[in-house]
């Protein structure tokens, strides 16, 4: 089993001086679980849901919803067509979605950063979540 770096950060652990990444005390106190699960790849991230308001897209929350639903079932069929091109249009085993690298956007933050951009002209750094815009300038 391995433990995610969002769970390890939670945890409470004195870090020793000579390698604290592998040695430390845990120590003996309560800590909060961090769900580690994915996000959904039809949802935007938990932190940019606001970017959908209608003001911002120019679409009703039923309409992003169905453009979302069109682009994910055209975005799979794509996949399956390049991996049975790649597999030489030999039959594959298809396996239960798990394995590989999962994106860092989800396919609804691709759409939403893409719409931004064309809509109102936002260059990336302007819709970047606030930890990671945070973290650039501080190296």
């Known amino acids: ?3 995610g770096d969002r769970q390890m ?3 409470p652990l004195n870090r020793h ?3 604290g990444d592998w040695n430390y005390t845990l120590r003996p106190e309560p800590y909060a679980e961090i769900d580690e699960a994915p996000d959904p790849f039809d949802q935007p991230s938990p932190d940019l849901p606001w970017l959908c308001h209608p003001l911002f897209t120019g679409l009703t929350a039923v309409e992003w919803d169905a453009l979302i639903v069109q682009l994910l ?3 799979d069929d794509q996949r399956e067509a390049d991996l049975d091109k790649r597999c030489g249009h030999r039959p594959r085993v298809k396996d239960d979605g798990t394995t590989g ?3 860092m956007l989800t396919l609804a933050d691709r759409l939403l ?3 931004l951009h064309y809509r109102l002209a936002l260059p990336q750094v302007a819709v970047a979540t606030p930890s990671q815009t945070r973290g650039a300038g501080q190296d």
Do not use: K, Q, S
């Open 1 to 3: 089993m391995t433990i």
């Open 9 to 11: 950060d939670a945890l």
């Open 17 to 19: 001086t000579w390698h």
């Open 73 to 75: 079932t055209l975005h």
């Open 101 to 103: 690298r999962r994106p």
């Open 113 to 115: 950063a893409t719409v």
